[in-house]
């Protein structure tokens, strides 16, 4: 069974930095496609960020030229690069696996805030 776990969430000021991690048991890993998604209060969850088990990325229009999402294969991790964060990026973020099935992580939360 894979278990995710996310971290590097926080308090950040506007204009400034976090880089997510989301690491993977098992191994699903290489082969899976990896996701970020966020959830804010009150609003349903959206997808921020994707990356293939080849390397290939998307991202949703709010994030583009801001996040940038990335894995290691021998870590068994993605990670999201988040610059310039604004206020509207508050919100609980969720790393997503999926290779036929689909496993969510629990979570990590970030404010962005002065």
Known sequence: QVQLV????????PGGSLRLSCAASG?????????WYRQAPGKQRELV???TSGGSTNYADSVKGRFTISRDNAKNTVYLQ???LRPED???????LARGFVTWGQGTQVTVSS
């Open 27 to 35: 191994s699903a890993f290489n082969l899976a496609t990896m996701s």
């Open 6 to 13: 996310e971290s590097g969430g926080g308090l950040v000021q």
């Open 90 to 96: 508050t919100a609980v973020y969720y790393c997503k």
């Open 82 to 84: 988040m610059n310039s």
């Open 49 to 51: 960020a994707t990356i």
